[in-house]
Structure formats: C-alpha cells, structure tokens
C-alpha cells in the first residue's frame, strides 16, 4: 500500500513532469546504484522530473563497477549536462573528534585526521582512498562528521568517464541520510531509521538538540542494540519514520514505512534527492572536485581590465620611469655587493691573521716543553710513590701499581668507601704537573664486615703525553 504523503506527491509530480524534447538533453541526471540494478531519472534545472524512472540491468556490487554503470546509462540514453550518483555500497561512516582539536584546523589536517581516525575504527587503510566529509554537529565538545570514502582509482575512473562523455560529475555519496523529514516539511521534531545493505542510519532533528546523526555497520552484531540506546537518548520525537530497501531488518517501530521496493516511493524518494543536490545546499559528504576558483576576485579582475584600458597612456609613462629607476637601482645594488665582498674578504683576512699569531705565541711558549717534559719523565715515578704515600690514609692501603694500555692501574682496599675518591682529589694537582690525569676510581663493597665492607678499589692514571705539559 502507498503512503497518503507519496500519493499525493505522485499527483503533483504527473502535473508537472515534462517530457525531453526530441534530440535534447536533461540537465541533470540522479543515478542510484544498488548490487542488483540501477535506477535513473532525469531532471531539469528547476528539479522537475522528466520522463519516468529508468530501470537498467547494471549490477554493482563493488564500486569498481560504477563507471561501467554510468557508461552503460549513457549508451541506452544520453546522461545530463550533470550527473549525481547514489552508490548504495558506499563506504560510509559517522565519527566524532573534539572539538578544541578540530576548530579552526586546516582542510587538508582535518581529512588527514578524519582519515587516521576512519582506518582506526574500521580497521581498512587510506592510503588510496578518496575522502568526502560533512561536518554534522557538536555535542558535548565533540564535533561529529559524516564521511564518504572511495578508492582513489575509482574515483579517478569515473571521472574520466564522465569527461569521455562529456558530462560533470555533480557528486558521488550514500542513498542514505537525506537531513530532512520525508513525510512533512514542517515538523519541528523527527526521528528516521534507514536500512541499507550493509549499514543503518539513524537520524534525528529537534528544537533542543538540533540535527544530529549515527551510522551503524550490521557486521557488528550489537547494532540494534546500539540503535535502541540512540533513539531513548534522542528523546521525545513528535514523529518518526523508515525507510526500507530490499533488505529486511528487525527495527523499531515508526509512524511511517517508506518501502522502495513499493510502486511510486522510488520515484517520491528520488525526486527529493534531486531536487536536494540542484539547490546546490547539500549538506552531505559528496565526492567530487572542489574548485578554487575565487568567484568574486574573477569579477574583480574583469572590472580591472576596464580601467586599465582607461589607464593605458598614464601607465606607459610610469613604466618608463620604473624602467629607468630599476635600471639606477640596479647598479646600487651591484656596488653596494662589491662593497660587502671586500669587507667579508677585510674580515677572513683578520681572523686568518689573528689564528697565525696565536699559533706563533702558543710555539713562544713551550719551546721548553720538551726539556721539562724529560725532566718531569725523570722523576715522574719517585713523585708517584711520594704522592701515594704522603695524600693517603692510614685506613687505606695501596695494594698495587700495575702498567697497562699506557695507564696506570692503582689498586688497593680501604676501610672506608670515600677514602679512594679523597686519595684520587689530594694526588691530582700534583700529577697534573707530571703530564697525568687521575681518574675517579671504581669501588667495590667485599662485605667481609657485618656493617659492610672492606672496599676494594681501582685508579685509573692516563698519561697525558706532550699535551700535557704544552701551555695554552
């Protein structure tokens, strides 16, 4: 049985619909595209429909199939001027991210970050998608954004398809989630659920809470239970209605049941979709090519070219005054190099004359390093025992001087683990004059003492070599 609201949209529509003039074409053409057939109308710039509803034998069960639908349209009757395609196995999706992350970010970061977050929750790569995405709404500091995705291939296909046929692309999206009441333009609060092969939509608008939407996928065998808990937290609705394709489910009760399967709701249905995408106000994720084109600089450009035809002589005779001060400039600004040339050259001069008489002083200074160094070689090993000896504690003993990979190895036991490092402050002044440099000295606890320790200890002393006696 057809709906009262459908039958009385089909009246209307047979009062206006128009048939094409033999040999022209539409102006628009909204294809909907399911896994068993495709389903055409045509349209003409107001929205009318022309003509009666197209039934194709083009299965698409995957999207790569889409440009061999749109080329098959084409052969059995041109396509319009513009042509908007509803792919029922689009992949779609409704996300949310907060909002402090998301307000006033960049176009391509947001898609970067609505991307990352897509192959999280579904768990596909993006890597060579083509992304589409509408900002829906923000509740509790979250901004919610409904997405489309397609391969960029296919995408890239469809688009050369359109240009072989020459025809624009007006938009590729999901059947699902037209964000208005289908049976009444006039209710202020309403409540939608929509069955589509592999998703389900759920809308809702209220004077509270304003339009907001969810998508839930069907592979998830919890969806109906996530849609109950949308619609109670939706709240009071004053109407409610469904939409149901060829695919059966178990839903909650609504006021209306819109089945396209049924004679006149396919036509009803898409009639509204045309008549959305023509105003040119559709707020859903389309996938298309956005121009840049700045509107209203063109305009300004095309005022200017007037007033520069006014202006011609006046700027003949200021390009001549620039030619010549460019001309004067240039030549300030070559002297004005040369001039910084020579003074980085006064410079690197300076600085090579400084680093020559530093050096010359640096040889003034140790021509006795090589005499002191020999005397200092001499008595370098009684100075070592004397320095042991006299800077050490009678709780510390030095068990042995070992020569080693040119160092020193003292190695010893103390009493008291802070004794080797006070032994290695007290020597060290004095064996820096001998070319050597001590070491902080390694400790370990033997735990032969209830308390703790003996510690035995090992003291690196490096010889230094000429280095060691040179003066800066």
Known sequence: MTLPFINKALTQFNAVKQKLPFGNRPAHTVLYITEAKTFRIDCNNKGIIIGDVLVEDCRCESSANIPTCLEQSNKNQRLGKKVWILFSRLNTYALSLPSVQVTGVDNTILEQALLFE???????????SQLAYQFVGEEDEMSSFWLSILPKETYTRVQESCKKQKVQLGGITHPGGLPFFLSSADSPSWLRVECWPDSVFALAKTPESGFKMHILHTDNHSWQDELDQWIVDSGEIENSEAIMNNKVEFIPQTDEILRLTQDGALVYWLGLWAGYFIKGEAKVPLLRHVSTVNKELIYMIGSGVLALAICGGHFGWNLKQRNEFEYQIEQL??????????????TTGQTKLSSLNKQLRALGDNVEVVPDMMRALQKRPAELLKALADKGDQDLIIESIQFADQ????????????LSNQLANRIEPVLLDLGWKVNSPTKDDMNLFAQGGPWSFEMQIEDLGLEGFAKD
């Open 118 to 128: 897509y192959e999280a929750l579904s768990g596909e790569s993006t890597q060579h």
């Open 333 to 346: 600004d070559q002297a004005k190099k040369d001039l910084e040339l020579f003074g980085k050259a006064v």
């Open 407 to 418: 160092v020193l190895l003292v190695k010893g036991v103390s009493l008291r683990p802070h």
